[in-house]
Every structure is written in C-alpha cells, then in structure tokens.
C-alpha cells in the first residue's frame, strides 16, 4: 500500500461517496459492501489467482508436517476436542494448517501473513454457504487482504513484531470478519460492526511455548473470532465503531492514523503488495540465501569458500543469529547460519517443511564454523519494505558480496503461474503423487472462475492429507 503524501486521498470526499460522514470503521464497511470490487482489475484478479493457489499449496503441505498431524488428530475427536466441529472448527483447522507450514506469502511492512488466514478461511465459508458469486468470493478475498494489510502496515507490524506483538495473530479476526461479512452478504453498517466486534477480541501474542505447542491452535481460534464476529453482527450484536478514531490499545503503544489507514481503498488492492514465499523459511533469513543462491549460479565453488559475513538489519539481528537444536523445526527455519548452509550443500531440503534432523550432519557443522551474522544500521533505510542482506565470501580466489533487497517472489520480483506450479513441484511431489498435486494445483487455480467448485475443492483438499 503506498504511503506517501500525495497518495493520501481526501477521505472527506471518500466518505461522501458512501453516503456522507463515518468512521474509519463504517469506511471499510462501506469499502467491503460496495467498493471491493472496484479495484479488481484484471492484474489483480491474476494475482489473486496465484495467492489461493499458494495458500492451498501452503495449507496442504502443512498437513503433513508433525504439528499438522497433531492438528488433525485434534480436529477428529469433533465436539470432544479442542478444535470443535462444524463451520467454525473447520475454519479454525484450515487456518491453522496453512499458517504453520512457513511457506505461506507475506506482506513485510505489515508484517503480517494474509493468505493463510483470509484465502482458507473463504473458502471454508463459501464451500458451506454453497451459493456464493464469482464476485463475492473474489472480494472477500481481496477485502480480507485490505484489512489485515492495511492495519498490519498502519500499527507498525514490522517492527513491532521485535516488540512481542504479533500482527498476524492481533489482525487475524479483523481480516475473516471482513471475508465472512462480504460472503454472508452483510450491508455496510452490520459489517462495520463485524469489524469492530473482531478488534476487541484481538489479543497480542501467545507467548512463550515448549513442548506441544498451541500456536497455531491459537492463531485458528483468532480467525474463528473473527468469523463470530461477523455472524454476531449478522444477528444485531454491535461494536463501538469509533475504536480506531480514538487511541487505540494505548496499553500496547499502538497508534492508528485513519487517513492512512483509509489511502487509496478502492483503487489500490492490497494482494499486490504482497510476496510469496519461494521456499520454507523464516523470511528474515532468505535475502542472504538468495545472496548466496546467486553467487553459487554464477560460478562461486562452495568448496572453496573460507568465511560468509552476513549484515542483517538491527531489527532483526536476534531472530536470526542463533544455532539449532535437535529435532526443532522452528529453529532450523529462523537459524540464517543454517539456511546459508542449506543453501550451499543441500537446497533441496529448503522445500521440505518439516525438516529438523536429530543431528547436523558433520560437513553442515564445518559450513556452520564459517558464518557470522551482524547488524548494519545502514541496511534499516531499506526497512521495513524490504528486508535486506549483504554477503560477503571470502574465498580462496578471491571475495565476493551482494546487497540483497528483493527475493523472487516480492512485488518486485514477482511470481507468475509457472513459478507457482514449480513451487507446487518442489514442495508437494514429495508428499503426495505428481498427479493428485498438479490436479491441486489446476483446481485452486481454477476455483475463483468457478466459486460453486469451493464445497469440491475443500474435499479434494482434505483427500491429500496424511492418512
């Protein structure tokens, strides 16, 4: 979304066109109801395309890692368990297996993960209702992408995430009650309280974990919220719709300016902004991969390397410089020394999602002895819109460096259907037959062009988890 001074519209006027003066709430009620699909031009019908099949891939793959299965096994025990039957336990499931697989897309300066919350989450709505438009799936879709990217980016997603907050999680109801209000067919002003109901369940983190983590139970039951909140509404329950004209969650240090927040709605869409991930990992990690990616295709000898000097943005020094433990998923992917390592001897293991070996193989170990990471305050004026790397490599021919800014798959390096059916190859043919993926993959491509097929695909996609 941009944010200069001349793109900051006359909301005034903006309001005027949806019947006179509102809050920023009744905006984006208004916006959701009669405006989402005035921004869906052809480019971005396309884009959306290409997100739902990304988050299909995403919410497929994360099935089968261990805390899919975990999930699933949650999930079977219906009424009786944690995650409940029904709409809303569906939703809660199909949310939170996309979330976990860590190859879900993203949009760096809200710091938030839209397309494993909104795109389930819509699907799982429309496969239920039965009878919803081209049009209406299309822009709950893009809708849901508006609302957790825009207040993602306005409270500061980026870097409040170094703070314990965690935008995805805070925005998560915000964006499904935008989806669910546009799929149920609410008018504007019931949205706007959907909206509002959504904020005020939305909590800032799950803290600290061990053991078998809730996480990403947690995050499933915060887009459940969000979809309460629109059947509430639907049911004449209200919300205070001036919460975000007012200081909003002082106790968390978090300003919203409803100007911004409301800039060029309607004719910028916010799925635009938003980057894919090209392999399983923290993304914090993969600009100095890339970097390294780069220098490897064009001649650098691994064998040859001697030392790798990475510098990081201060914002997210700690998240990265660490080493790994046994058996640990999340801190393979956030480990940037380790991802170095993968990519130099093994990027094939980039794509497996839930790789985290009970021991590091003794040549990763010598890789590992020659990497150090640091902070440059330089890097930060690239920040939070990119999220940069340099490399350096000494060799025994002679040093090497690359700045790294954009990775294939950000809005400026964007993907196209191929790369998503090759992202489609790498990640699924390992877990399920060439043909049940590539079907997958044509289905999820397809369904936006035929919203009567959700109900099939949802079906197709629960016969590609681990038996």
């Known amino acids: 979304m941009m944010r200069s001074a001349?793109?900051?519209d006359d909301i005034s006027g903006y309001g005027q066109s949806f019947g006179g003066d509102m809050s920023t709430l009744?905006?984006?009620?208004?916006?959701?109801?009669?405006?989402?699909?005035?921004?869906?031009?052809?480019?971005?019908?396309?884009?959306?395309?290409?997100?739902?099949?990304?988050?299909?891939?995403a919410w497929?793959?994360?099935?089968?890692?261990?805390?899919?299965?975990?999930?699933?096994?949650?999930a079977a025990k219906g009424d009786a368990g944690p995650v409940g039957a029904g709409l809303?336990?569906?939703?809660?499931?199909?949310?939170?297996?996309?979330?976990?697989?860590?190859?879900?897309?993203?949009?760096?300066?809200?710091?938030?993960?839209?397309?494993?919350?909104?795109?389930?989450?819509?699907?799982?709505?429309?496969?239920a209702l039965g009878n919803s438009s081209r049009s209406a799936l299309e822009e709950a879709i893009s809708a849901g992408y508006d609302a957790m990217v825009r207040l993602g980016e306005e409270m500061g997603g980026a870097s409040i995430l170094y703070r314990g907050i965690w935008p995805t999680y805070f925005n998560a109801p915000f964006g499904a009650a935008a989806v669910a209000s546009r799929l149920l067919g609410l008018d504007d002003?019931?949205?706007a309280h959907a909206l509002g109901l959504a904020l005020v369940v939305a909590s800032p983190n799950v803290g600290q974990q061990s053991g078998k983590m809730a996480r990403w139970l947690l995050l499933g039951g915060a887009v459940r919220n969000g979809v309460m909140a629109a059947f509430a509404a639907q049911e004449g329950f209200t919300a205070d719709l001036t919460l975000l004209d007012k200081p909003f969650h002082a106790v968390y240090g978090l300003k919203i300016d409803g100007a911004r927040l409301l800039s060029n709605l309607g004719k910028h869409a916010a799925v635009?902004?938003?980057?894919?991930?090209?392999?399983?990992?923290?993304?914090?990690t993969m600009a100095a991969a890339q970097g390294l990616k780069e220098l490897l295709q064009g001649g650098l000898d691994s064998s040859l390397i001697e030392a790798i000097k990475v510098a990081v943005p201060p914002a997210y020094l700690a998240m990265v410089n660490h080493g790994v433990i046994p058996g640990d998923r999340g801190s393979h992917m956030t480990s940037l020394p380790y991802q170095l390592v993968l990519a130099a001897l093994a990027p094939e293991i980039m794509y497996r999602l839930d790789?985290?070996?009970?021991?590091?193989?003794?040549?990763?170990?010598d890789m590992l002895a020659k990497i150090s990471v640091e902070a440059d305050e330089k890097l930060m004026?690239?920040?939070?819109?990119?999220?940069?790397?340099?490399?350096?490599?000494?060799?025994?021919?002679?040093?090497?460096?690359s700045l790294v800014t954009e990775i294939p798959g950000d809005p400026g390096r964007p993907f196209d259907e191929s790369q998503v059916r090759e992202k489609y190859r790498r990640v699924l043919y390992p877990l399920l037959s060439a043909e049940s993926a590539d079907s997958l993959c044509n289905a999820a491509l397809g369904v936006l062009g035929r919203p009567e097929d959700a109900g099939k695909l949802l079906r197709q996609i629960e016969s590609c988890y681990p038996r």
């Open 6 to 8: 001349d793109s900051i």
């Open 26 to 57: 009744g905006h984006l009620g208004a916006h959701i109801v009669s405006g989402a699909g005035a921004g869906l031009t052809d480019p971005v019908r396309e884009i959306l395309r290409l997100h739902v099949a990304d988050a299909v891939l």
């Open 60 to 74: 497929v793959a994360g099935a089968h890692t261990h805390e899919g299965k975990e999930l699933l096994a949650a």
């Open 88 to 127: 809303m336990g569906r939703v809660q499931l199909h949310c939170a297996l996309t979330r976990l697989s860590e190859i879900d897309d993203i949009h760096l300066a809200a710091g938030t993960t839209p397309g494993a919350l909104v795109v389930p989450a819509a699907l799982s709505i429309a496969g």
């Open 189 to 191: 002003k019931l949205t």
């Open 272 to 284: 635009l902004d938003v980057g894919f991930k090209p392999w399983c990992a923290a993304r914090q």
């Open 355 to 365: 790789y985290a070996p009970a021991s590091t193989p003794q040549a990763f170990v």
């Open 381 to 401: 004026e690239h920040f939070p819109r990119t999220w940069p790397a340099r490399i350096e490599i000494r060799t025994r021919d002679g040093d090497r460096q």
